[in-house]
Nanobody, 122 residues
Framework: QVKLVESGGGSVQAGGSLRLSCAAS?????MGWFRQAPGSEREGVAA???????NYADSVKGRFTISKDNAKNTLYLQMNSLKPEDTAMYYC???????????????????WGQGTQVTVSS
């Protein structure tokens, strides 16, 4: 059983930055961030695995950076140059599969956090 606790969401103006954190209990092979806007399906944002591989959605490449502090067992998502379309509930996820597989449609993720809201105003 892996428990995930997110923090760091909030409201920011377009062009601003936020950093999300996810403290994990247990040691899953991969961790990642997903988001869900009202009326939309949940989508993968960024993922990282214990092999050091990362995976990013095209919409966030060059703006978001995922990292993990193994000593603290905490996952981070640094979000820069935020846009109104980044507004969503952001969820931390943990899974036993490689990061490159986590965004496959229909994949059932092993563990989810409770979510943290990110709101970007124009």
């Amino acid at each position: 059983q892996v428990k995930l606790v997110e923090s760091g969401g909030g409201s920011v103006q377009a062009g601003g930055s936020l950093r999300l954190s996810c403290a994990a209990s247990g040691y899953p092979y991969s961790m990642g961030w997903f988001r869900q806007a009202p009326g939309s399906e949940r989508e993968g944002v960024a993922a990282i695995d214990s092999g050091g591989s990362t995976n990013y959605a095209d919409s966030v490449k060059g703006r978001f950076t995922i990292s993990k502090d193994n000593a603290k067992n905490t996952l981070y998502l640094q979000m820069n140059s935020l846009k109104p379309e980044d507004t969503a509930m952001y969820y931390c996820a943990a899974d036993g599969r490689p990061a490159r597989l986590l965004f496959r449609p229909g994949l059932i993720i092993d563990y989810w956090g409770q979510g943290t809201q990110v709101t970007v105003s124009s």
